[in-house]
């Protein structure tokens, strides 16, 4: 029952902080990108990484299940994705996609890297 805990406080904690970011991302905007959840993605991915090298269970419940998977968003990047495509915004949207994957695994495998050295 403790995991289940440490997953939801994680997630409130999680979901709080991409919400304040994708805020502060709104008013200081200058890209065409979305850079909050970009951001948050990105972020997200390399912490993920880090934690996947090894860490005790209940850690992985609270930093990696609860507060990353809230944290990061896959929905939201793929909706703001075909917006863009929508307005016929293609580079921008294949942009914004192939930062986000690329970017997204180099930076999770970067971190995986990390702690296990």
């Known amino acids: 029952m403790i995991g289940w805990g440490l997953v939801a406080v994680g997630g409130f904690f999680g979901a709080i902080s991409r919400f304040w ?3 502060v991302a709104k008013r200081i905007k ?11 993605n990105l972020v997200g991915s390399f912490f993920l ?21 809230a944290f990061t968003t896959f929905s939201t990047m793929n909706v703001e994705a075909v917006h863009l495509l929508n307005e016929k915004r293609i580079t921008t949207g294949v942009l914004y996609l192939g930062i986000t994957y690329l970017m997204g695994l180099l930076l999770a495998f970067w971190g995986y890297i990390l702690a296990i050295n």
């Open 49 to 69: 990484g880090y934690l996947f090298a090894g860490v005790p269970e209940h850690a992985y419940s609270f930093l990696g299940v609860g507060f990353l998977g």
């Open 21 to 23: 970011i994708g805020n």
């Open 30 to 40: 200058r890209t065409k990108l979305p850079i909050g959840t970009l951001f948050v």
